[in-house]
């Protein structure tokens, strides 16, 4: 009795493990290809994983480069993600920003996998305030894959974004990542384009369209009511596996506070929860 509940959660840990690396394997456009273009944080994954308009700060590092220029003076960002309930596949990611003048500069993290598939990504950010609407913005990403048996693999890949406001309630950004398009079968190379618009003083309209090579075209789309300043609501849609999303966020001096859930039309619902500081 006494070896049988010692190999028992032995034996779960395992089998979760070979579900998870399976995934990989078997249900790559489903779960997880290597370094292709992943939405990050719960602020956007609550509208379908739609935020290249409106990226902002130590959250934008993810989503646009040219975001750096546009956020506040100092910004901290952090998120979680365990897709499925399964640790294995947990994604956790953090990033800080620095704007000084119509400069911005950030530094992001991105760490995924177990112990038999491992990836790591580390990136400096920069944006230019150009003009009082209009911003650029360049990236650099070193990547890191360690897959059990095989040699550590290392790649460095460049990415460049820009975002523009027409007016006060109107936002367009887009973004190319790897833009040098090297080994793009495997790091994943493509672009996005997205709009932000207030539509009404408390309702935000979002919208992105992306497109990945080897991949079909996808979008998102999603809505943001503001209940409160300090209070807001989310909901959206997507052409990726993951279709519908719904979620909250808290905001008070400058600490935010986001949560979503997100239905993947295969594995079922995902949990994820992010956190911003901006001073």
């Known amino acids: 009795m006494p070896d049988q509940l010692y190999l028992s959660p032995l034996f779960r840990s395992l089998r979760t493990r070979w579900i998870a690396l399976a995934l990989f394997t078997l249900l790559p456009s489903s779960a997880h290809t290597a370094f292709e273009f992943q939405p990050i944080g719960a602020h956007t994954s609550g509208t379908g994983d739609a935020g290249v308009a409106l990226a902002a700060g130590a959250a934008g590092a993810f989503w646009n480069p040219a975001a750096l220029a546009w956020g506040k003076r100092i910004s901290l960002f952090g998120t979680y993600d365990q897709p499925f309930g399964i640790a294995e596949l947990a994604t956790h990611a953090f990033s800080a920003g620095l704007r000084i003048g119509r400069h911005g500069l950030g530094a992001r993290y991105t760490g995924f996998g177990f112990s038999l598939y491992k990836e790591q990504v580390f990136g400096l950010v920069y944006g230019l305030r150009a003009f009082q609407q209009l911003s650029l913005g360049f990236g650099v990403r070193a990547l890191q894959l360690s897959t059990a048996g095989m040699p550590t693999q290392h790649w460095v890949v460049f990415d460049a974004g820009i975002k523009l406001r027409l007016r006060k309630s109107v936002f367009l950004g887009a973004t190319v990542w790897n833009a040098g398009g090297r080994h793009a079968s495997l790091l994943g190379q493509g672009g996005t ?33 503001h209940i409160r300043p300090q209070l807001a609501l989310r909901t959206g849609a997507g052409s990726h596996p993951e279709r519908l999303s719904a979620g909250f966020g808290v905001q008070k ?20 929860a992010s956190v911003i500081f901006e001073y």
């Open 193 to 225: 384009v997205g709009m932000g618009i207030a539509v009404m003083p408390r309702v935000v309209l979002v919208a992105d369209i992306q497109k990945e090579a080897n991949f079909p075209t996808g979008a998102g789309i999603g809505v943001i009511y």
């Open 253 to 272: 001096n400058g600490f935010a506070i986001d949560y979503a859930a997100v239905w993947h039309t295969i594995l079922g619902i995902t949990h994820r």
